[in-house]
């Protein structure tokens, strides 16, 4: 995976107009959280300075905070609530011109059982992580047994979402930064997991323009887009 195409894909994302990363190439949508927060660190890694002064005034403008949702945080070793919560988008700005959106933990929980977050990939991840970061040693190693056993086929995470579009009758897609998580989330508590394979799969997900493609079948064809959030997680995923 070219590292360097990847970061030079997502500044291209960037839309003076609106302050912002947009989604993904050709779409009028923004999102302070997770994509402008993810690509903000990332660019600031690799010496995109200008940009994101830029991009933090547009946060400061309209009164976001630049240091976390509650949520997305914990892939930078922040700490976040347990058990992790679910993120719903809404409505920052809209004058006819740029949409402008941010996603906010809610503060209640939507899942029906205690445990039904630990069948969400990415929802099982972040608890691993967060765990790992309050020390709970008699905790974090069985969250992360389960996250493991998700990697099938040798392909990509299957989980309670992938396994109940199947039993639909329809044809699963794999979702590229759920298996980016897992890297990030191995190298985060220093375990193993087959990183060869991984990085295999996210290199062909790169796009010619840099950007990471969202899905892939069973096959590892690259269905979808290339978008911010996916980019940068896979970005984190190679690089930390």
Not at 176 to 192: C, M, N, P
Not at 204 to 218: A, L, W
């Given at each position: 995976?070219?590292?360097?195409?990847?970061?030079?894909?997502?500044?291209?994302?960037?839309?003076?107009?609106?302050?912002?990363?947009?989604?993904?190439?050709?779409?009028?949508?923004?999102?302070?959280?997770?994509?402008?927060?993810?690509?903000?660190?990332?660019?600031?890694?690799?010496?995109?300075?200008?940009?994101?002064?830029?991009?933090r005034d547009t946060f400061n403008s309209h009164r976001i905070?630049?240091?976390?949702?509650?949520?997305?945080?914990?892939?930078?070793?922040?700490?976040?609530?347990?058990?992790?919560?679910?993120?719903?988008?809404?409505?920052?700005?809209?004058?006819?011109?740029?949409?402008?959106?941010?996603?906010?933990?809610?503060?209640?929980?939507?899942?029906?059982?205690?445990?039904?977050?630990?069948?969400?990939?990415?929802?099982?991840?972040?608890?691993?992580?967060?765990?790992?970061?309050?020390?709970?040693?008699?905790?974090?190693?069985?969250?992360?047994?389960?996250?493991?056993?998700?990697?099938?086929?040798?392909l990509g995470m299957i989980d309670k979402k992938f396994e109940?579009?199947?039993?639909?009758?329809?044809?699963?897609?794999?979702?590229?930064?759920?298996?980016?998580?897992?890297?990030?989330?191995?190298?985060?508590?220093?375990?193993?997991?087959?990183?060869?394979?991984?990085?295999?799969?996210?290199?062909?997900?790169?796009?010619?323009?840099?950007?990471?493609?969202?899905?892939?079948?069973?096959?590892?064809?690259?269905?979808?887009?290339?978008?911010?959030?996916?980019?940068?997680?896979?970005?984190?995923?190679?690089?930390?």
């Amino acid at each position: 995976m070219d590292v360097r195409k990847g970061v030079e894909f997502l500044a291209g994302l960037y839309d003076s107009e609106a302050g912002l990363l947009r989604e993904y190439q050709g779409h009028p949508v923004y999102f302070f959280y997770n994509d402008n927060y993810l690509a903000l660190h990332i660019l600031e890694e690799h010496g995109y300075d200008d940009l994101c002064r830029r991009i933090r005034d547009t946060f400061n403008s309209h009164r976001i905070p630049t240091s976390g949702n509650g949520r997305i945080e914990i892939w930078l070793k922040n700490k976040i609530k347990y058990p992790p919560r679910y993120a719903e988008p809404y409505l920052v700005n809209y004058a006819g011109g740029p949409v402008l959106l941010d996603e906010r933990c809610r503060e209640r929980s939507i899942w029906q059982r205690d445990d039904e977050w630990k069948y969400c990939a990415d929802m099982l991840l972040m608890g691993v992580v967060e765990r790992w970061l309050e020390k709970k040693e008699k905790e974090y190693p069985n969250l992360w047994e389960s996250a493991k056993r998700m990697f099938k086929e040798n392909l990509g995470m299957i989980d309670k979402k992938f396994e109940e579009t199947e039993k639909q009758g329809k044809e699963p897609l794999f979702e590229t930064y759920k298996l980016a998580l897992l890297l990030l989330t191995a190298k985060i508590i220093r375990e193993s997991v087959d990183e060869p394979r991984i990085m295999e799969i996210l290199d062909k997900m790169q796009s010619e323009n840099g950007g990471i493609t969202t899905h892939y079948d069973r096959d590892l064809i690259p269905l979808g887009r290339q978008n911010v959030e996916t980019t940068c997680l896979a970005i984190y995923a190679a690089t930390s």
